[in-house]
């Protein structure tokens, strides 16, 4: 690659890029840990007719393994930050030790960044697969539109909503799915995904409260997974919103 006033520029290109795209710009950009990264941006047309979705599937967010989906299974996040606090913690701590601006701390410095971006990277190559794989065996995507900084401060799980990258992960579920003409549906966050029945649709509101994992339908008697309930409830309600 050729930059102004540097020149040619060796580079590590993830995917070959069609003669039919249009370079419009090159930003390039220095991580924390002294790496360079060119972002590449071109322009394409790309006419995907909308197909008419066969195949649904809900996902209820989970505060600690990301999500629950309306087939019962889960998404088993590995949680890398958490992997790692110990580690980041205590090369944290040897840097605050540091001189400030001395060799040995501009070293320590870089240190702790690389094992920042490794958490970073791991995550989001675990997002883009789980992604990924949805996207092949699903036409339609419902999730609900969460506010997800407003969790985190509320709920004070601020940890572990930044940990499982659930904005990351629903933003590659969109481009992915639009890539192939499918859908990604958002449903309201009042919603009541995890008060409902989703047998019988009576609403139980002794469910308000989060430390309830499973309950007993008092009209049905169904028995219910908390999680597992919500992201058939979610399914349901955008197969609702797509049909009308």
């Known amino acids: 690659?050729?930059?102004?006033?540097?020149?040619?520029?060796?580079?590590?290109?993830?995917?070959?890029?069609?003669?039919s795209y249009v370079l419009k710009s090159v930003t390039v950009s220095q991580s924390p840990s002294g790496k360079y990264h060119a972002s590449i941006s071109f322009e394409y047309e790309n006419q995907v007719p909308e197909r008419k979705p066969h195949t649904f599937l809900g996902l209820d967010f989970s505060m600690h393994g990301l999500y629950k989906d309306s087939e019962g299974n889960e998404a088993e996040y590995p949680k890398y930050h958490?992997?790692?606090?110990?580690?980041l913690k205590r090369e944290q701590r040897k840097l605050s030790h540091m001189q400030k601006g001395s060799r040995n701390w501009e070293k320590q410095r870089i240190k702790v960044a690389r094992l920042y971006e490794k958490v970073a990277n791991q995550r989001k190559d675990f997002l883009h697969k789980r992604s990924r794989e949805i996207v092949n065996a699903y036409d339609c995507v419902c999730i609900e539109d969460l506010d997800m900084k407003a969790m985190a401060r509320s709920l004070h799980f601020g940890k572990s909503v930044h940990d499982n990258g659930w904005g990351m992960f629903t933003?590659?579920?969109?481009?992915?799915?639009?890539d192939q003409g499918k859908q990604l549906i958002r449903i309201d966050r009042w919603f009541p995904s995890s008060q409902t029945c989703s047998v019988c649709g009576y609403k139980n509101p002794e469910t308000k409260d989060l430390g309830m994992r499973e309950w007993d339908c008092p009209r049905c008697k169904s028995h219910h997974d908390r999680d597992l309930n919500a992201a058939i409830n979610i399914r349901a309600e955008g197969m609702r919103i797509v049909s009308a």
Do not use: D, N, S
């Open 1 to 19: 690659m050729k930059l102004p006033k540097i020149g040619q520029v060796k580079v590590k290109q993830h995917r070959k890029i069609p003669e």
């Open 82 to 87: 958490r992997q790692a606090e110990k580690k």
């Open 171 to 178: 933003t590659f579920l969109k481009y992915k799915l639009e």
